[in-house]
């Protein structure tokens, strides 16, 4: 039965969060109109002795938990919603008073401009020109501020109170496709509204309380960042001692998310799960020290509470993210569960553990981590009885390979060790087969690298760098030995990166190549026959060799991706594409060629260009354009800029896009109207020189990319 309530609570949950609109009362309601007379039909059946009431007994509470599941969380929801900036407050100078609530992210503006970026809690908040304050303003909000020529950057401290006078807009996104859903993140951090500090307007109320967590945590970033050079080793450390993970830089990212290794360079669940197995074993044996203690409470039950209380400590002092969060809740469950003494099967104690995670944060469904957590540790589960055979643990040692690792000096240490790696190697197997779906579904990648890296990284990541990080708080020379061992594996993977096709993008597949997908998946991890698992590997073959669809002969695909100010256009023919340019740059390190274009073309299916346009010099057409160049390698560049020119890509040879240059493409008719042979050089006005192309068919279709041609131009 609570298997039953506990699935239609999940599945009100997970339909309600990919609809375009709140569901009203009546439709929240509909579900348990339906599951209340079956409830009444059930007690009747098993009145009567029926052997099926418990059949219609748990349709009836699935259909009853949906209905409140949906009721709760559209609740939620709209007070969600109702908490953002109101339209008429957008664009205004706004007086707020308040503390820094999150530690301060180093950012930089356009032109290289240092500064900052953080969450903000109004205590109190005025229009500067009336001085009232009835307007309604949200409780928290993400700001930024960078430096003023001839002013030095604003140096903002975690917990300290401040008077900012900032102008304020409602959070929005760019509505893509598999990218980045900025919105929806604003939306689960509780932020309502973004903004900008007006500088030099602003004044500090009060410094930072000691009492207030993130200043410790600000103190420590300090730390290292004097103790370590900026890059690659110091922003690891940061990420991994205190879940700062924008100090990592965005080349690094990249190279993670090739190896595959993404999930260990932040505060996850396995750091906190490491946490909590290290105190269980620790305490497990200190506890049996004190028969007293050991009378009170058996040792088992403390050291599992004393296990979730340090990793939860750990969390709040990483910064609480959410993964951190939800493995806090999901240790709490589990060890709750163990303390009541409740015998369920392990599918059932995992679907408690997710119940109780989505009901902290609903949001959580929408989240990539969450399917990933709780996928893998279903698939170790459900392959559980056929890892290699462990030697006897002894009493009070911790579960698993962690046992292993730690049991490494007592007798037969050669055994134990060799059973730390076979089971290690055995584990990122599973894993990586088994949660190849997911990755692909979520990322449109998959690192055929990974289980290499991850055999390597995982234990030098969770044993040696993670340790080293946090014991840095006490002295700094951790620190130092902890960024050795950062460039260590930064290395292996630039080596292990080097293979050829050491990274596979596949396109996204339909959505009944997808279930058989995750079906086959988990029919190849199974304790089953070879058989049955070589046809869980076959059944996973549409999901990893897709067959996306394209233009018929003669005709074209034109899109249009939402890249804000500026201009991107894809035209697809049979065999060939043309990206006509790139889209806005908006910092030194985010364009809307990483952002939107390369994610959506991967999607797509693409790994090149034949040809790219980028039609004059502004920076809203052509800030993407280094970052396609470098993903997708275009076959030709065809410009306005001239030869030499500082904004092309490198590495690409340059042709002028003059007025008569003209081909065919799959019966598709390509051909440059403007610039006129010798305006380039000669017009000054950018805009003036902006590439004309015409796209058209023999059926009478066509299409006019014009940039931003000025009216004399157009006539």
Request: proline content about 8%; overall charge neutral.
């Amino acid at each position: 039965m609570w298997a039953w309530a506990a699935g239609g609570w999940l599945g009100g949950l997970a339909w309600l969060q990919v609809q375009s609109d709140l569901p009203s009362l009546r439709a929240c309601m509909a579900p348990a109109l339906a599951g209340l007379p079956l409830l009444a039909l059930a007690a009747w059946m098993r009145a009567m002795g029926g052997a099926s009431g418990a059949w219609v007994q748990g349709l009836g509470l699935l259909l009853c938990a949906a209905a409140l599941s949906l009721f709760s969380t559209a609740w939620r929801a709209q007070a969600r919603l109702d908490e953002r900036l109101p339209a008429a407050w957008e664009g205004r100078d706004l007086l707020l008073e308040g503390r820094i609530a999150s530690l301060p992210q180093h950012a930089e503006g356009y032109g290289g401009a240092p500064g900052w970026r953080f969450q903000f809690e109004v205590e109190r908040y005025s229009d500067p020109h009336s001085g009232v304050s009835r307007l309604r303003v949200p409780a928290r909000v993400m700001l930024s501020g960078f430096a003023q020529p001839g002013l030095d950057a604003p140096d903002w401290r975690a917990c300290e109170r401040w008077r900012f006078t900032v102008r304020l807009k409602r959070p929005n996104t760019l509505m893509n496709p598999y990218g980045f859903d900025y919105e929806l993140w604003l939306l689960e951090q509780g932020v309502g509204a973004t903004g900008t500090v007006r500088l030099p307007a602003m004044a500090r109320l009060a410094p930072a309380s000691l009492l207030c967590m993130a200043h410790w945590r600000e103190v420590m970033r300090s730390g290292i960042e004097r103790t370590l050079a900026p890059g690659s080793a110091a922003g690891l450390t940061v990420a991994l001692s205190l879940g700062d993970q924008a100090a990592i830089p965005a080349g690094d990212w990249q190279v993670f998310r090739d190896a595959g290794v993404s999930h260990l360079v932040a505060i996850s669940g396995m750091h906190v799960t490491m946490f909590a197995w290290l105190m269980v074993a620790v305490a497990g044996r200190a506890w049996r020290l004190s028969p007293r203690a050991c009378l009170w409470m058996p040792a088992p039950q403390a050291a599992r509470w004393l296990g979730v209380g340090t990793a939860a400590l750990y969390a709040w002092f990483s910064g609480g993210g959410v993964p951190s969060q939800r493995t806090i809740w999901m240790l709490a469950c589990l060890a709750l569960l163990r303390q009541l003494g409740v015998q369920w099967p392990w599918p059932l104690c995992l679907l408690a553990a997710a119940w109780l995670v989505c009901l902290v944060d609903p949001w959580t469904v929408l989240q990539p981590g969450f399917w990933l957590s709780f996928g893998a540790v279903a698939l170790l589960m459900l392959q559980g009885e056929e890892r290699p055979a462990a030697p006897p643990p002894e009493p009070g040692a911790m579960p698993g390979d962690l046992a292993a690792l730690a049991a490494i000096s007592g007798p037969g240490w050669r055994q134990r060790l060799l059973h730390a790696c076979r089971s290690g190697m055995h584990i990122q197997g599973i894993a990586t087969v088994g949660l190849a779906p997911l990755t692909l579904f979520f990322f449109q990648q998959i690192s055929l690298m990974s289980w290499v890296a991850n055999v390597l990284a995982i234990p030098w990541v969770t044993f040696v760098i993670t340790p080293l990080a946090l014991l840095g708080a006490i002295w700094s020379g951790f620190w130092v030995a902890s960024a050795h061992a950062a460039d260590l594996l930064m290395a292996w993977l630039h080596v292990l990166l080097q293979w050829p096709a050491a990274v596979w993008y596949v396109p996204v597949a339909p959505p009944w190549a997808q279930a058989l997908g995750f079906s086959g998946a988990v029919l190849a991890v199974a304790p089953q026959p070879w058989r049955l698992r070589l046809c869980g590997v076959a059944l996973m073959v549409p999901l990893l060799w897709p067959a996306p669809q394209r233009p018929d002969p003669g005709q074209f695909d034109l899109l249009a991706p939402d890249i804000g100010q500026g201009t991107a256009v894809l035209v697809r023919t049979q065999h060939h594409d043309l990206l006509y340019d790139t889209g806005p740059q908006w910092g030194p390190e985010a364009d809307a060629g990483e952002r939107v274009l390369v994610p959506l073309l991967r999607a797509l299916g693409e790994h090149r260009l034949d040809a790219l346009v980028l039609s004059h010099q502004d920076m809203d057409h052509v800030g993407g354009a280094r970052s396609v160049a470098a993903a997708l390698a275009p076959g030709r560049l065809f410009s306005s800029l001239g030869t030499g020119h500082k904004l092309l890509p490198k590495g690409l040879r340059n042709q002028d896009c003059i007025g008569g240059l003209a081909w065919d493409w799959d019966g598709v008719h390509f051909e440059f109207l403007h610039p006129q042979p010798g305006d380039i050089g000669r017009v000054q006005k950018p805009n003036a020189l902006s590439c004309v192309l015409r796209v058209g068919t023999a059926a009478g279709h066509s299409v006019l990319l014009a940039g931003d041609l000025e009216a004399p131009q157009e006539q």
